[in-house]
């Protein structure tokens, strides 16, 4: 049997500001979720978050990109908006829906979509992941050292049915192009592209023994679609482990280092990427209760949860990172963040402009004179001495 596992994810509104969501939210899509389960819709489901942002996992058999998969995730993430997240007033209610009317398919509306179909094999181990004040591009370094990197993943060099490597689609989000590269052998290339993490983005992973499908990345520039800033795409992914696919301690070992991602405040600094526990997993009701992001609202945190498919049921989740092995990791992202922050308003810890997110900084900017360069040089003191003037001017005003 073929069985599509979506991820379709969305911010909503956030409680308080863009630090976390209300618990009334998850309530209510979880809800909306098992009357789909009951209507045939869905096999299963879960509701989880990290920081503002929504996923709602669905099993089921209609194939990716499914106009009621996509409907009804649409629908849910209206209602949630308008009966919780306006009702409170919470922050930014409805903030990634940026379309008014639903059209057949979420993509380019706004949420953020990771889907994989698969023929389920004897024993499927899953790994979703859902990461916040962050983009799509944070994933692009943990894939390619799980599914291409012999130090992270043993099995690349141990188990032969990994041996032949791994087959990468590279989306380049600014020239709407496809890159296909092979690992081993195009590594390099591979590298060249995905370290600009902005615009080469790691989408999908294909195993290129069978071509089995092994991973799926939400790939949706919200400031692209938008044209203005509208918060970052906080990513989604979902990865296939074990049996001839990396290792569920293979998947998670790629985030035992906390690299440097793009996102954080204002979407428009660099920091560690934190793996995070889920703080509260209730299994009947189907919700799992994830990060807050509270310093300076962040860092970008990442929290992964485990399942076992049944013939498209999820068995779980198990929360992955609930491991004292990563307290380290969180200790250093701790230590970076700590680090970073002291830079304050300075590159390489704000982001060049072409990666703010904001695009009001040039306004702002603009109310600042400038003088052309050899102009200035000629006429230096006269300049200077307007410019006093002027500042006297305005102290005597206050
Ligand atoms: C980053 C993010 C937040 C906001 C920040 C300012 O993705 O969502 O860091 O950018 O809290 O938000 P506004 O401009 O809404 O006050
Ligand atoms: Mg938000
Ligand atoms: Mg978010």
């Known amino acids: 049997m073929k069985v599509t596992i979506s991820i379709i994810k969305a ?3 956030g409680w308080p500001g863009h630090a976390w969501v209300h618990p009334k939210m998850l309530e209510l ?3 909306r979720l098992k009357e789909a389960q009951k209507r045939g819709l869905l096999i299963d489901y879960f509701v989880y978050n990290v920081g503002d942002d929504i996923s709602l996992l669905m099993t089921h058999t209609k194939g990716p990109d499914h106009s009621d998969i996509h409907g009804l995730a649409w629908d849910i993430f209206k209602e949630v908006t308008e009966k919780v997240a ?8 409805g903030q990634d829906l940026l379309k008014e009317a639903f059209s057949g398919n979420v993509r380019g509306m706004g949420p953020q979509v990771a889907e994989l179909e698969i023929e389920e094999r004897p024993s499927e181990p899953v790994i979703t992941f859902a990461a916040d004040k962050t983009e799509p ?4 370094l943990p894939m390619y050292k799980i599914f291409a990197d012999p130090f992270n993943t043993a099995g690349l060099v141990i188990d032969p049915a990994m041996h032949e490597g791994f087959l990468f689609e590279v989306l380049d989000v600014y020239e709407h192009k496809v890159y296909l590269l092979k690992t081993p052998e195009d590594s390099y290339s591979l590298l060249g592209l995905i370290g ?3 615009r080469y983005i790691v989408r999908r992973v294909y195993r290129r023994a069978d071509g089995a499908p092994a991973a799926a990345v939400s790939v949706e520039r919200l400031n692209l679609i938008a044209g203005r800033y509208v918060g970052k795409d906080d990513p989604v992914a979902i990865i296939r482990a074990q049996h001839g696919m990396p290792a569920v301690g293979e998947v998670l070992e790629a985030f035992a280092y906390p690299h440097m991602v793009h996102g954080w405040m204002r979407g428009s600094h660099a920091g560690p990427l934190m793996p995070m526990r889920f703080y509260q997993i209730d299994a009947e009701r189907r919700i799992a209760v994830g990060a807050k992001m509270t310093r300076f609202d962040g860092p970008p945190k990442v929290g992964a949860l485990g399942w076992q498919l049944h013939d498209g049921y999820l068995e779980g989740p198990v929360d992955l990172f609930d491991d004292p092995a990563f307290d380290y990791t969180r200790q250093l992202a701790a230590q970076i963040t700590e680090y970073i922050r002291r830079m304050g308003p300075f590159q390489p810890h704000r982001l060049p402009p072409e990666e703010m997110e904001y695009t009001t900084l040039p ?4 109310k600042v004179k400038a003088y052309g360069a050899d102009d200035y040089e000629k006429n230096r003191e006269r300049y200077i001495k ?3 003037a002027a500042a006297e001017v305005a102290a005597s005003h206050d």
Not at 137 to 140: E, K, M, P, T, V
Not at 363 to 366: F, G, N, V, Y
Request: charged share 25%.
């Open 11 to 13: 911010d909503v509104g």
């Open 29 to 31: 899509a979880a809800e």
């Open 86 to 93: 306006r009702k409170y007033k919470l922050y930014g209610a």
């Open 137 to 140: 591009g944070a994933f692009n």
């Open 196 to 198: 600009t993490t902005g």
């Open 363 to 366: 306004k702002i900017l603009a």
């Open 386 to 388: 307007e410019a006093i």
